[in-house]
């Protein structure tokens, strides 16, 4: 199969006309600031996901990181977090004082359990952060159960909008604390953006005076109320993590198209299995990949060399050579110099996964002829090394 052109990312945003129709109908009113565009946004997205209460900030980072902040950690706390996952889960609760506490995953949904949280607690523990990795569900009813009451859960769900835990519920209405991201490879992207999804009304009033520098009100109410305009003091220390009505347009586009976009990646994913069986491939994937209530943001394979005869780096800069975006979600956090200067406990199943997870491109965007070739040429190396 001759090599492509143009290289295949991991993850591409899926924008049509709409989407460059409703930001342009916002650059023309005169208002692309915060205003009415996203507190729209909030109300449709808190209505999808099943929580009372949404925030929206400018990244899932500082989604994170206000999320921590409006549960008291700080400085002497600590936060327990997998070592599998991008360095906003953990640097959230450094931005605090707080140290994050690295433990172990289940090796098939390659997420946290109730044991390997227990493993790593603590009189200090005050919190957990857990990732819905890859778009996976975690169970965080029974993870609630297992836990001292005192230690709050919150929910990195960065990959997981859309996703649907064993109950029927979306990820977002557990009534935890639970953080999205509308970054550029997201299911739902607006290039970039965040939101906290919640049911504490009085915490929620909280974050939105956070976001905006601490101010008790935001420039869309002191524009359309000026009485306003006068009394807006500073409640207490806040930061600017404000969303912008731009992304909304973007957002409530992308919102009314997710679905169609879930179909889409479904059938992504359904096409590798089949295309990876009948190539003769036996490489398993990330468990509950192909489940219904499965995200689908990162198609994650384990590529182990004992069975594939090729190192799973090699394989990945092959594969790029080809104009094939495969990735690595993760290295893990608890190897990395900023976080292991104490040294770190062992974690074995997420360093050994670590040595063979691969990412292979997937987006609502893809087409099977895409997956073909992705998988023609993933064989050829497999089979030639082998």
Known sequence: ????????????????????????RIMRSGWVGMGQETIAFEKELSEYIGAPELVTVNSCTSALFLALLAEGIGPGDEVIVPSLTWCATANAALYLGATPVFC????????VTPETIAAKITPCT???????YGGYAIDVDALRASLPTNIAIVEDAAHALGAIHGNGKRVGASGNTVCFSFYANKNLSTADGGAIALFDSDKAQRLRCLRMSGLESNAWSRFTKPSTAFVAGVAELGYKMNFTDLQAAIGRVQLQRLGDMAVARNKVAEHYRKAMTEAGLDIPFQSQTFDAGHARHLLVACFDP??????RDELLLALRDLNIGASI???PLHGQPLYCKDGQAALPV??????QIMTLPISARMSLADVDYVVHHLAKLIQRKA
Do not use: W
């Not at 004992?306 to 190192?311: D, L």
């Open 306 to 311: 004992k069975t594939t005869g090729i190192r």
């Open 1 to 24: 199969m001759k090599k492509r052109e143009t290289y295949l990312a991991f993850g591409t945003p899926d924008f049509t006309n709409a989407e460059i129709d409703a930001v342009t």
């Open 104 to 111: 172990d995953i289940d090796p098939q949904s390659m997420c």
């Open 350 to 355: 997420t360093e050994r996964l670590a040595e």
């Open 126 to 132: 005050k919190a957990v952060i857990v990732v819905h």
């Open 329 to 331: 979600h993760y290295r």
